[in-house]
C-alpha cells in the first residue's frame, strides 16, 4: 500500500446536495416515517416537505464517499469523486462547492433523465438527523461509464457502502481499481446493506478491499455476534485493516496483526452527527495512508468526527479544522 504525502484518493458513490435544517420535535409529527432513520422519497414528496420548513435549509456537498473524500481534501490530500448527477442547478451548486475546496470535478458523470440526488436531514434539537432522500442521478451511473481511465492519477479508492447494491457497478469499480494498482477502503454504510448483499461481500473483501469501515450495527450483520472484537476477527479473516466504531463509546482498530481500543473525543454538546462517520474515515484513511502508528491514527479519526459533531453540517467548522490540523501536525 502507497504510504506518502503524494497519495491521491478517489472517492466513489452518490454526490448528493444536503439539504441541512434544524426542525423542532414537532416538525417530525408531520413527516412519514420514524424519527432518525433514512427513506428513499420522491421528487415531489421532497419538495413538500422542504416547503414547510421554518426557515430555507442550508446546502452542502454530501453523499458518504464525498464527505469522507471532503475532509480529506481539509487535511492537504488531493482527492476526486466519481458518481453521477443531474444537468440542473444542483448539479451546478455541488460541482461549485467541491471544486472550491479542491476536488477534482472531472470524473462526474451527468445526465438530463433525472434531478441532482437530494438528501434532507432533519436534525432535532438533541442532535439527532432524520433523513429523507431523493436518489436521482446518482442512481444512474451504469458499469459501462466507468473507465480505467477514471483512475489515473489515484492510489487509493474510497467506496460507500451504499454503492455495494449495485452488484454490477461494484464489480466494476473494485476490478478497474485493483488493475490500476489502487488500495481500497469501503465503508460499510448500513446493516441493511450488508445483510442485502452479504452474499457478495465476504468474496469482495477478500478479493479486492484493503481497509473496511463498520458501527456497530454493520458489524453485528456481518459476524453475527454484538462483540466488537469478535467482528475483528471476521474482517481480519478477509481483510488487512478494519475499524469498528462504537460512536461514544470509542472505536476497536485493527491492521497488520495489532489491536488496539481508542476512546471516543468527549465534547460538550452534540449540535448535528451528519457525516460524523464519513470524517471519523477521513481521519482514519488520512493516518492509515500517512503510515501513522494504529494508535495515533484512531485518535485523529476520534478528534475529527468529535469536532464534525459540534456543528451544523457534515464537515466542521473553520475553528475545528484549525485544530484538527494543528493535531494533525503534531503527530
Not at 159 to 185: F, N, Q, R, W
Request: proline share 5%; hydrophobic share 45%; aromatic share 6%.
Amino acid at each position: 500500500m502507497k504510504t506518502n504525502s503524494d497519495t491521491a484518493i478517489l472517492g466513489v458513490g452518490s454526490p448528493i446536495v444536503d439539504l441541512l435544517a434544524q426542525v423542532p420535535e414537532s416538525f417530525l409529527d408531520t413527516v412519514p416515517g420514524a424519527k432518525g432513520g433514512m427513506e428513499l422519497v420522491a421528487p415531489e414528496a421532497m419538495d413538500a416537505i422542504v416547503a414547510r420548513l421554518p426557515a430555507p435549509p442550508v446546502k452542502a456537498p454530501g453523499g458518504s464517499a464525498a464527505n469522507t473524500v471532503c475532509a480529506l481534501i481539509r487535511l492537504g490530500m488531493p482527492v476526486g469523486l466519481l458518481g453521477k448527477m443531474g444537468e440542473d442547478d444542483m448539479a451546478a451548486v455541488y460541482c461549485r462547492a467541491f471544486s472550491a475546496l479542491g476536488g477534482d470535478c472531472s470524473r462526474f458523470k451527468t445526465t438530463a433523465e433525472k434531478p441532482t440526488a437530494r438528501c434532507l436531514s432533519l436534525i432535532t434539537p438533541d442532535g439527532e438527523r432524520t433523513m429523507r432522500t431523493d436518489l436521482g442521478a446518482a442512481k444512474l451511473l451504469a458499469p459501462d461509464e466507468v473507465t480505467l481511465a477514471d483512475f489515473d492519477g489515484y492510489s487509493h479508492v474510497h467506496i460507500e457502502g451504499y454503492a455495494l447494491l449495485d452488484e454490477p457497478l461494484t464489480l466494476k469499480v473494485l476490478e478497474m481499481a485493483l488493475e490500476h494498482s489502487c488500495s481500497v477502503s469501503l465503508d460499510l454504510g448500513s446493516f441493511e446493506t450488508v445483510r442485502n448483499t452479504r452474499g457478495n461481500l465476504e468474496r469482495w473483501l477478500r478479493d479486492y478491499v484493503d481497509i473496511v469501515f463498520a458501527n456497530e450495527d454493520e458489524a453485528r450483520a456481518f459476524c453475527g455476534d454484538d462483540s466488537p472484537e469478535k467482528a475483528l476477527d471476521a474482517f481480519g479473516e478477509v481483510c488487512a485493516a478494519a475499524a469498528v466504531k462504537l460512536g461514544a463509546c470509542g472505536a476497536w482498530l485493527q491492521s497488520a496483526g495489532e489491536r488496539v481500543y481508542v476512546p471516543a473525543h468527549k465534547v460538550d454538546t452534540v449540535v448535528d452527527t451528519t457525516g460524523a462517520g464519513d470524517c471519523w474515515a477521513a481521519g482514519f484513511l488520512y493516518g492509515h495512508l500517512k503510515g501513522l502508528p494504529l494508535a495515533a491514527t484512531g485518535e485523529l479519526a476520534a478528534f475529527i468526527g468529535a469536532e464534525t459533531v459540534t456543528t451544523l453540517g457534515a464537515s466542521p467548522d473553520e475553528d475545528g479544522w484549525k485544530r484538527i490540523l494543528a493535531k494533525a501536525a503534531s503527530m
